[in-house]
């Protein structure tokens, strides 16, 4: 039984065997290889990415496939998180994926459910797929880690894919820079002014400001926002040859993102959402054994 909780604590080795799963997945190997499993989806906190491509990678590997609806559930008559998570257990779920707005919510699950749980995003701690999927974008098209340069641009304070992202880059040999507004910066973290992170990175990851985690508004307006910090097609312009831009989306076009700019030739969103598939069904099957 292997949960997914935290990056941190899986070894490189252990990441790279799951990109390179990942990209045997993607040319077509591992379907039905869990047939006889049935999975719970369970996002206590909205999203159409990470779910839905859960779900597709479940439907791939053969799995059955349980969403959960938290606005629907007995949540709503008062009941726990984890008599909720403890209940699918009981009904003899073979693995639980999660997503809720708290932070380290695993912690209370840890040693009480002994089915997998694989971690779908914790608050602003940890989004190991999300991280994952884009580790195999970039390899993909650089077939390396090692001495490349990533500016994460945005609201790094809220974002559990900065935090995810920066700890396991750095210690694949990337070097990470964080850039964008000074409210939702992150002191620990390397600040690089944005308009120079655009001519000097090989990729630049943009962050959709996290308002629902905000306890006051931005002191930006969407406009300012997009004047000083959104990745516009003069910027990308500006771009190194071989560059390319990331986004975990959702994004907010017209803000950290021009029109234009989300499918230009640089973008690599929609392979990033491709992506989370195949890593997707490579964490479910390694979360079996396989
Ligand atoms: C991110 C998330 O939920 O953390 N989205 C995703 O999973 N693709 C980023 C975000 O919501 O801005």
Redesign the pocket.
């Known amino acids: 039984m292997k949960n997914l909780l935290q990056l941190s604590t899986l070894s490189k080795e252990e990441i790279m065997d799951i990109l390179n799963d990942a990209i045997k997945m993607s040319q077509g190997e591992g379907l039905d290889s869990c047939k006889d499993k049935i999975v719970a989806n369970l996002f206590f906190e909205p ?1 159409t ?2 779910q839905y491509s859960f779900n597709v990678a479940e439907e791939k590997l053969g799995c059955k496939v349980i969403s959960f609806n938290a606005a629907a559930s007995s949540l709503q008559k008062g009941e726990s998180f984890y008599d909720t998570v403890k209940t699918f257990e009981s009904f003899g779920i073979d693995a639980v994926v999660i997503r809720s707005r708290q932070d380290e919510y695993y912690k209370e699950l840890v040693g009480r459910i002994s089915i997998p749980i694989l971690n779908a ?1 914790d608050g602003v701690k940890d ?1 190991p797929t ?1 991280s994952l999927l884009d580790l195999l974008t970039i390899y993909q098209e650089y077939g390396k880690f090692e001495g490349l340069k990533i500016a994460i641009v945005g609201d790094i304070k809220h ?3 900065a935090h995810t992202n920066i700890e396991v880059m750095e210690r694949l040999g990337m070097t990470c820079y964080i850039s964008g507004p000074e409210e939702y910066r992150d002191d620990e973290y390397t600040y690089i002014p944005f308009d120079q992170a655009v001519e000097e990175m090989d990729i630049l990851m943009l ?2 400001v ?1 308002h629902e985690r905000h306890e006051k508004e931005m002191s930006l307006s969407k406009e300012e926002y997009h004047a000083r910090y959104g990745l516009t097609m003069e910027r990308v312009h500006k771009m190194k040859e071989h560059a390319i831009i990331m986004h ?3 994004f907010n076009r017209m803000v950290e993102i021009a029109d234009d700019v989300v499918e230009c030739d640089k973008s690599r969103i929609f392979k990033q959402v491709n992506n989370g598939v195949y890593v997707r069904m490579a964490v479910i099957r390694r979360a079996f054994g396989g």
Request: glycine share 6%; no cysteine.
């Open positions: 999203s990415r990470t995003g989004h999300q974002s559990r894919v962050l959709r996290q975990p989306a959702p």
